[in-house]
């Protein structure tokens, strides 16, 4: 991309909008160039905690130069970003990776899965994706979040483990149960879920394009921590493994093995 | 101010370096740091063939610190020849090259590859398991760096770091063997062999169960290794382990090393090794200090 920064952000806002989900908004010029599906490395102010956490953009506002971040608290580092205030400062680099290829979805049907914390930048994605149809399936464990910002961009069908809202079970259940067919997918979620879409989508020829996750180091494609598998040779790595930070985090699904 | 330090004939405009793993070959880093105001870029272990590395996860944060197992993946010599070199002679900076191999033969057949390129120094990571013998690492014995030493030393046309491991009983008989081997340059510390148990979930934090601790936790292991092997041996040291600012790298210094090496910090602040170069200039006018060849090895 080229257009990555490093700089310290202030905080605009902080809400718990569930149970551990947090959303916070950031002053940042990363806001400029960031697109949907891409992420930004956050830095904790505990110097004990070295390494940056990827967290994924939820939303992005150029206007006031904002990104929403939408995070659960998973440890130390997500449980200390959740304990700042309005005013207070963050050290951020970004924006990371490279996004969904939403030119993929011109006059077609698209697709849109998000799954527990994979949710968020199908937010951003919902936004400024332009398609025939937009159809959002989005998991969640039991209490929903997010479901009024995806409801203004597309159809949306929830889906929960406990039945508690939408169809009972995972977003291909849901997907199954509300007939919707699609042209191409995007999908953001826990592996077991990219793993189960993977493979409808391969059944049913549908083109898909999911965003990955692993721990990362560096977050800018040196350290080689968070790769995955290939299926073919990656040109950069030389091997059959590539790097989720710089060449994904989103990959065609096809691409890669899980 | 005369911030230049002298590794085996070839001079470098400050002590400050990257250390091998944390920087890729300096691409990437690049849209943060520039590479100009580094005394030398150290690249990513490469060998002679590509190697995969190992399954995820491959790292774990741990307090201090990290625990890695990235398995030295990299994409072999003819890339890395063909791409990295290029690109790093863009820059007024010297090219230390990582080598590292699974057997001897591995190892001489990069370095021979690099003898007639334009980089000015290879450093040796014997920290691999050497298949022929069980998988002990190179580095773990005495008698085998010295042997990988000479081996290496023949091939090579470039002046040789021996970049020694600290999971050893007396790091003092590892720079001594590699000394005696026709090491130019001895380089300390890799990582210390560490492990984290993810309590949840009742499971290793990484694949590979043990990884190479490696950040600001090992610091003050590091001095020490780096102040008794500078009253060992006559060769230059280049001093490394959890570096994290200028006083830390000085800390290196004073004890008796000749260059230093930032790692994991570049991935808690992507600028760290330019802000170093900065602090340590910084320092030098602030003690009145005409020449940082001064300071190595002050404290005694």
């Known amino acids: 991309m080229g257009e990555k920064i490093k700089e310290t952000a202030v905080i605009i ?18 806001s400029k160039t960031a697109k949907p599906g891409q992420f930004v490395a956050l830095y904790c ?82 936004k400024q994706l332009k398609a025939e149809e937009k159809n959002i399936v989005a998991g969640y464990r039991n209490l929903l979040f997010l479901e009024e910002e995806l409801k203004k961009n597309g159809s949306f069908y929830p889906a929960t483990e406990d039945g508690s809202a939408g169809v009972k079970g995972t977003v291909i259940d849901a997907i199954k ?40 180091a560096c977050g800018i494609g040196a350290c080689l921590a968070c790769v995955c598998k290939t299926k073919e040779k990656d040109e950069h790595t030389n091997v059959n493994n590539a790097r989720i930070c710089k060449e994904g985090p989103v990959f065609n699904a096809e691409e890669v093995e899980l | 101010m005369n911030t230049s330090v002298n590794l085996a004939g070839v001079t470098l405009k400050n002590p400050v370096m990257t250390a091998s793993g944390t920087f890729g070959s300096g691409a990437e880093y690049s849209e943060f740091v520039d590479l100009n105001k580094l005394g030398a870029v150290v690249t990513k272990g490469v060998a002679n063939v590509p190697w995969p590395g190992n399954p995820t996860p491959r790292i774990a944060e741990v307090y201090g610190g990290m625990l890695n197992a990235i398995g030295l993946q990299n994409p072999g010599i003819d890339v890395f020849m063909n791409r990295d070199i290029p690109f790093l002679k863009q820059y007024d900076t010297k090219i230390i090259v990582n080598v590292c191999g699974k057997t001897t033969e591995d190892y001489c057949d990069v370095v021979e590859k690099l003898a007639d390129t334009e980089v000015d120094l290879l450093e040796i990571n014997i920290s691999c398991p050497n298949v022929k013998e069980g998988g002990i690492a190179f580095g773990q014995n005495a008698k085998s760096i010295e042997a990988i030493t000479k081996e290496v030393k023949k091939y090579a046309k470039q002046p040789i770091i021996m970049k020694l491991s600290p999971n050893v009983t007396d790091i003092t008989e590892m720079a001594k063997a590699a000394e005696a081997g026709g090491a130019d340059v001895l380089s300390l510390i890799n990582t210390l062999t560490g492990m984290k148990i993810d309590v949840e979930r009742q499971k290793f934090a990484i694949a590979n169960k043990t990884g190479g601790l490696s950040g600001p936790a090992v610091k003050p292991v590091a001095v020490r290794m780096v102040y008794q092997v500078a009253n060992a041996v006559n ?17 290196f210094i004073l004890a008796g090393a000749t260059a230093v090496s930032v790692g994991t910090a570049n991935f808690s602040n992507p600028c760290t090794t330019a802000e170093v ?24």
Not at chain 1, 13 to 30: F, G, L, P, V
């Open chain 2, 235 to 251: 060769v230059p040291i280049i001093g490394m382990g959890g570096i994290c600012n200028a006083e830390d790298a000085l800390e």
């Open chain 1, 13 to 30: 806002s902080q809400e718990e909008i569930s149970e551990d989900i947090y959303s916070m908004w950031i002053k940042t010029k990363a």
């Open chain 1, 45 to 126: 102010n505990d110097g004990s905690r070295m390494l940056p956490r990827p967290i994924s953009i939820c939303e992005i506002d150029k206007e006031k130069e904002a990104l929403r971040l939408v995070y659960r608290v998973v440890g130390k580092g997500t449980d200390e970003f959740s304990k700042y205030h309005a005013g207070a400062e963050v050290d951020v680099m970004g924006p990371l990776g490279n996004g969904f290829p939403m030119e993929r979805a011109e006059g077609k049907k698209a697709l849109l899965i998000g799954g527990g914390i994979g949710v968020p930048p199908i937010v951003e994605l919902a």
């Open chain 2, 277 to 300: 170069v900065a602090g340590i200039e910084d320092y030098m006018r602030r003690h009145n200090v005409e020449d940082i060849k001064d300071l190595i090895g002050l404290v005694k």
């Open chain 1, 177 to 216: 149960e509300n007939n919707i067919d699609a042209d191409v997918i995007f999908a953001c979620g826990p592996t077991p879920m990219l793993r189960a879409l993977k493979e409808y989508a391969e059944e049913k020829n549908i083109e898909a394009w999911i965003s990955m996750e692993e721990k990362m």
